[in-house]
């Protein structure tokens, strides 16, 4: 079964600093897609970014970008100049083909002022 | 347009109960799906759906659990003989994807289940 890890429970950042979420997972598939959502205190779970597999660039959307190395199984989020909006509980995701995510256990981050 | 909707938000039932949760997904989108998420933890798969077929239920916990999307649109997840362990929010989630994979699931606001 494919399991997703996420080894760090908090993370805490000050303002406009970089922070990175690690995540490793575990398949045996050679297809598939990542993904980091992120929950906000009593909001719903948005997308942050994707990586398909197949591709060995590094997806990047704005102050967010993945380190995505295949061999290894590892799939890190950094964020960029962090803003206070980017506190929230951060979920690893991993999706082969029939479209489940498989979560993480998440990693709850804290912008500082 | 309008994101996904459940309903209702929060609900509160007595052990041995049986409760529905509604998912209006994103008008058009083809699949669907129910995550059930304990307090801090991920969301864990529990079924999903294509137009109106249930193509993977492997993630309900019991035969309590029933799940149903008879035309292809709203879903309801109905679980009879609520037990404590069942308290947890309830993520319903769609896809425009149907067929192939690698869509984005736009996840709805969940609904929090307490059974006392």
């Known amino acids: 079964a494919q399991t997703v890890t996420q080894s760090q429970p908090e993370m805490s950042v000050q303002e406009a600093e970089t922070v990175t979420l690690s995540c490793t997972y575990d398949?045996?598939?050679?297809?598939?897609?990542l993904f980091w959502y992120k929950q906000p205190p009593s909001r719903q779970m948005i997308l942050v970014i994707r990586?398909?597999?197949?591709?060995?660039q590094n997806a990047t959307e704005n102050r967010f970008s993945v380190n995505f190395q295949k061999a290894a199984k590892s799939f890190s989020l950094k964020i960029s100049d962090s803003q206070l909006g980017d506190t929230a509980m951060y979920f690893c995701?991993?999706?082969?083909?029939?479209?489940?995510?498989?979560f993480g256990a998440g990693t709850i981050l804290r912008v500082k002022s | 347009g309008a994101g996904v909707s459940q309903s209702p938000r929060y609900k509160v039932a007595k052990r041995g109960q049986d409760v529905a949760l509604r998912c209006d997904p994103i008008?058009?989108?083809?699949?669907l799906f129910w995550y059930q998420q304990a307090l801090g933890q991920g969301p864990e798969f529990l079924t999903y759906?294509?137009?109106?077929?249930?193509?993977?239920k492997s993630g309900l916990p019991s035969d309590r659990f029933f799940a149903e999307r008879p035309e292809g649109s709203v879903s309801t997840l109905k679980i009879q003989r609520t037990q404590q362990e069942d308290s947890a929010v309830y993520l319903c989630?769609?896809?425009?994807?149907?067929?192939?994979?690698?869509?984005?699931?736009?996840f709805g606001p969940g609904t929090r289940l307490t059974v006392t």
């Open positions: 995701a991993f999706m082969e083909y029939g479209n489940k995510l498989v």
């Open positions: 759906f294509q137009n109106e077929a249930q193509l993977d």
């Open positions: 990586q398909e597999a197949y591709k060995q």
């Open positions: 398949t045996s598939e050679n297809n598939y897609y």
């Open positions: 008008s058009g989108h083809v699949s």
């Open positions: 989630a769609s896809s425009f994807i149907g067929e192939g994979f690698g869509g984005e699931q736009y």
